[in-house]
């Protein structure tokens, strides 16, 4: 496998690059975080994930080793594949995305244009275990993940409330009372609201 490419720069867009490694030229994939933090100069190292299909090689490249290791993580999901993985590298910097999923945060990482709730879900199911132990992150509180309050809140929705205001209003109750049902959580919401 290829671990690193060193060479010169010969094209740069967003969302690719040309390396030239002693002649030869080398069309890797980046997100936009690894396009943010090129540098000027001519001659890069970028590391690399070769991902090899029946009909393709293709390259992908980051600039810091744990990008990489984030990429392949989320390539670990079922349902998430380089493009997507990709994608959410570009929507959000490596750290917001360790967070979100630390945090269990389906907002965000639903946020990322492509990934459903399915799919956020999934994405925090298969990995918060592994984030949590390899960057060395405390467990979180309870105020993190709350299915209650989500169902509080679509319930809100359906009502015909103002999602951020209703967020704002659950999220109170949801900090008072952590243990609170959804029905508790609608009922204290419809009286702030």
């Known amino acids: ?20 490694c002693n002649g030869v030229g080398y069309h890797v994939n980046i997100s936009l975080h690894t396009f943010s933090l090129l540098p000027n100069s001519e001659h890069i190292k970028l590391f690399i994930f ?52 630390g945090t269990a945060d389906v907002a965000t990482i639903q946020s990322i244009k492509g990934i459903g709730t399915k799919t956020a879900q999934r994405i925090i199911l298969d990995l918060k275990d592994k984030v949590l132990k390899l960057y060395d992150l405390e467990e979180v509180s309870v105020a993190g993940y709350n299915t209650n309050k989500d169902e509080a809140l679509s319930a809100l929705e359906v009502l015909g409330f103002n999602k951020k205001l209703a967020e704002k209003a659950i999220d109170k109750i949801v900090k008072e009372t ?14 702030n609201l």
């Open 50 to 101: 070769l991902q090899v299909k029946e009909d393709s090689h293709t390259l992908f490249g980051f600039v810091e080793k744990a990008e990489r290791e984030l990429f392949k993580l989320l390539l670990s999901v079922s349902g998430v594949g380089a493009s997507t993985a990709r994608t959410m590298l570009s929507s959000l910097d490596p750290k917001q995305i360790i967070n979100a999923i």
């Open 1 to 20: 496998m290829i671990a690193h490419l060193q060479g010169r720069l010969v094209e740069k867009l967003p969302t690719e690059v040309v390396i030239d």
């Open 178 to 191: 952590p243990e609170a049902n959804v029905e508790t959580i609608i009922k204290q919401a419809l009286k």
